[in-house]
């Protein structure tokens, strides 16, 4: 990282190596600079180009001489006796740029936006067949310099780079790749001019703009480069989490810059083909162009097309790559000893990292031709056909960049905390602990396909946040976001519930939420209420309340409720209800549901434990203990729900948790698979406490969801094709307890209808059909995975179901 009031800007030789001697850590109080030579220039410029207004509260003490950009809760803040000192003809061009004095428009600012808006519309074409090849030398092979560039030259040029990203990686998902495109992106893989410290320090621009496109140019380039990524490239956007004095405005704009980068590295999977992006779609561009999805491509290193000469920029590309890998800088000299081809990075290769002992002594020979197949497309787009597999393999970025976090995880995280607790007014101190967050959970989430070993050093700061669900003081985004990350530590449908012994993270977790929720009263702290009169509908909106078909129609009742279970007519309780944040609500009953089951499973593993008696007095009480916890915590969390909702009094719990996730089917799911394991653990341990058997009824859940889904077979048969719920797991496990318990499964279906039948023909029938679909999808061989366990047990149930008297 660069101190720019402090240091003299590098050379074109000086790279990543060059790395600035780390400061001590001063989180304290944050003090003021001492000392600054901002210009009037830069003051009007953070004023109009400043996220949050310039406060001029009579409270603020003018600090004459000093800079606004290292100060805290009042950083913001500018002493106008300097704005009003400026002589009144005064003619001052504010163009948002760093610290560096505002540039001047010429002829060659004209010159070059003219290239790069006709590059553009060649990239909006996906091809650059039809561009002169030596005018893109000319743009991207060469020093930039942008924080001297105009605001409009600035925002063009990385847009351009980011564009051309983009196209790339969507072509390269479909195989196909335009060669001039590829030869750009080499130009930029090079690194030859340094342009990657030039785009990172632009993290602490004052334009939110530049900032913003800088952040997805580095992301989308990584990705771009994969296993050709030099691990100083990763290092230098890590510098800006961990390399400052204190927190202050620049630093959190700095730390939010990398860890948006980190977030769309992690992030970043494969997506399926759009259906309006299909072959005669692709064809009028010229291209195969498709959805996001992975990168890199296999054709040769710079495109490599019929009439690219493949020696001396081969040689280059290697001598860049030798330099960046053992000495951290761009090589400037092109008549070293020309390398072994066998060794020379290609973007479209997956690179093979040798000893220099294996590369010496690797005989030579010819080297074979490259994997590739080249063609011309109907609008004369020399396209290179990929065959690489490793191609399309992001793993090795993610997990260098993971690799690159941990070291100053910790760091991180007591800064992202200190940041949350007291410098929370400071401008963009929300969104970057909104980011934060996004990352730490995409870190952890089984969607991102990392090792356990690489996430598991991401699970041991958890417990240091768990005390923030009890503060009233966070906003709500920020605490629905921790919900969030939570919910997605104790992934129970998914991970946790097929796993016999669970993580001792995991549980720690698990056992401070339950702890929370019994003794510190954590449900009543929640704030479930609308701080904002915005919504869907707009603000102020009229909310209608009469639901009534009017006096020439009969209506079946006197008004239509939207849920049943709801009661009282009066206005200012529709407004209170109104009001509440659901989504808080279900992340809040999902978490506490989660942490319920995953107790009850670790307690079940003790409890089968062979070293565990029934004469081990001490582990039996420990047991009946935690029991007891759960039974208190089920009960809280009933009370949550009922008071937050307004259900009725008589409303069965697990009738309310159906209506509650009815709108987000993997949560409606997971909460069904934790009352269906809750509810068999507890049966299993022979719980002192029979109250809570009919109060998690899985038999009611199931019914209930059969009457959300309004008893449709086609619904439970696209939750198990589908990846996005564990309803499979679900749909397994509710069976078997079906089988074992089918005295009360026909007790249970009785009591829905009143004693009849119906219930249990409307339930059977449901199954018998869902049955029938899934043989003939089998019969054909359609069926995506072996289903033959579920519909083994589906024919038990029918069979058990054509036995019985009521049938």
């Known amino acids: 990282m660069v101190l720019r009031g402090h240091l003299t800007p590098k050379s074109d030789e000086g790279m990543a190596s060059d790395q600035p001697v780390k400061k001590k850590q ?13 210009s009037a220039e830069d003051i009007l410029t953070d004023i109009f180009e400043s996220e949050t207004p310039a406060e001029t509260s009579g409270e603020f003490t003018s600090r004459n001489g000093e800079s606004p950009d290292s100060g805290t809760a009042s950083e913001d803040a500018v002493d106008c006796s300097t704005i009003l000192r400026l002589p009144s003809d005064s003619t001052i061009d504010i163009i948002p740029s760093s610290s560096n004095p505002a540039p001047h428009w010429t002829s060659e600012d004209d010159k070059l936006l003219t290239e790069l808006r006709k590059l553009q519309n060649a990239l909006v074409g996906q091809c650059l067949c039809g561009y002169d090849e030596n005018v893109v030398s000319q743009l991207f092979d060469r020093q930039l ?17 980011q564009l051309m990203f983009d196209i790339y990686l969507k072509q390269n998902s479909t195989g196909t790749i335009c060669s001039r495109l590829m030869r750009a992106c080499d130009i930029f893989v090079r690194n030859q001019h340094d342009w990657i410290t030039e785009v990172v320090e632009l993290a602490d621009h004052k334009s939110k703009f530049i900032t913003f496109v800088a952040s997805r140019v580095l992301a989308s380039f990584l990705i771009v480069s994969k296993d050709t990524v030099d691990e100083n490239w990763l290092q230098q956007i890590a510098e800006n989490i961990y390399l400052f004095d204190r927190i202050n405005r620049i630093t959190v704009q700095k730390i939010n810059f990398s860890l948006d980068i980190i977030k769309r590295i992690v992030e970043w999977k494969d997506v399926e083909q759009h259906p309006l992006e299909d072959s005669n779609y692709v064809n009028t561009s010229g291209n195969n162009v498709q959805e996001d999805n992975p990168f890199r491509g296999t054709s040769s290193h710079n495109g490599s097309t019929s009439q690219a000469p493949s020696g001396s920029r081969t040689e280059n590309l290697h001598n860049e ?37 294996q590369i010496t002594e690797r005989p030579v020979t010819p080297e074979p031709p490259p994997a590739r197949i ?15 597999s490793e191609s399309f393999d992001t793993s090795h970025i993610k997990c260098l960049t993971i690799k690159t976090l941990e070291h100053h995880w910790p760091v991180l995280v007591k800064n992202m905390k200190l940041l949350l607790l007291r410098y929370l007014n400071l401008a963009n101190a929300e969104n970057c602990i909104l980011t934060f967050f996004s990352l730490w959970e995409n870190i952890i989430s089984v969607k991102a396909n990392l090792s356990i070993i690489d996430t598991k050093p991401f699970y041991a700061d958890l417990q240091s946040f768990v005390d923030l669900l009890r503060n009233r003081m966070l906003p709500s985004l920020i605490y629905s976001h921790l919900l969030s990350l939570f919910n997605e530590v104790l992934c129970y449908g998914s991970t946790l519930a097929l796993q016999d012994i669970l993580p001792e993270e995991i549980c720690c977790l698990a056992h401070s939420i339950v702890r929370y929720v019994k003794d510190f009263r954590l ?24 639901y009534s078909l009017g006096p020439d129609v009969n209506p079946i009742s006197s008004s239509i409720q939207l849920v049943d279970q709801s009661y009282g007519d009066d206005n200012e309780d529709v407004n209170e209800r109104s009001d509440v944040d659901k989504t808080t609500l279900q992340r809040m009953s999902l978490l506490v549901l989660k942490s319920v089951a995953v107790t009850v499973k670790e307690m079940r593993c003790d409890s089968s434990d062979s070293s565990i008696d ?83 009824n899985p038999i009611s859940s199931f019914i209930e969801f059969l009457k959300i889904v309004s008893h449709d077979s086609d619904v439970l048969l696209d939750y198990l094709v589908s990846n996005e719920t564990c309803f499979l797991l679900y749909l ?76």
């Open 26 to 38: 001063r989180i304290d109080a944050p003090d003021i600079d001492d000392g600054s030579d901002r």
């Open 614 to 696: 029934s004469s081990d007095y001490n582990a039996i009480q420990d047991m009946q203990i935690v029991e007891r916890s759960i039974r208190d915590v089920l009960k809280k969390l009933d009370v949550f729900i009922r008071n937050s909702l307004e259900f009725h009094p008589e409303t069965p719990f697990t009738k309310m948790l159906i209506h509650l996730f009815s709108e987000q089917d993997d949560y409606l799911i997971e909460s069904m698979v934790c009352t269906l394991d809750i509810t068999v653990g507890i049966v299993y341990r022979n719980s002192m406490y029979p109250d809570l058997i009919p109060m998690l």
């Open 374 to 388: 080249e063609r011309v497309s109907e609008n004369g787009c020399i396209t290179v056909i990929l065959s690489d």
């Open 145 to 161: 310099n942008i924080v001297s560039w105009p605001l409009t030259c600035s925002l063009t040029y990385l847009s351009t780079m």
């Open 732 to 807: 397994l496990r509710f069976l078997k307890y079906v089988r074992r318990n089918w005295p009360k499964f026909l007790d249970t279906c009785q009591l829905t209808d009143s004693g009849g039948s119906r219930g249990l023909d409307d339930t059977m029938r449901v199954l018998i059909r869902l049955r029938l679909q899934i043989s003939r999808l089998v019969s054909k061989s359609l069926f995506p995975y072996n289903i033959s366990p579920v519909l083994r047990l589906l024919e038990v149930c029918e069979s058990l179901y054509e036995g019985n008297e009521f049938s």
């Open 321 to 357: 790559f030798s330099n960046l890998q053992t000495h951290g800088a761009p090589s400037t000299s092109s008549g070293e000893k020309p390398p072994e081809k066998s060794v020379t990075f290609k973007l479209h290769e997956p690179v093979l990292k040798f000893s220099n002992q």
């Open 523 to 546: 449900l009543t702290d929640v704030r479930l209420q609308r701080s904002s009169g915005f919504g869907f509908l707009g603000n102020e909106c009229t909310i209608i309340r009469d």
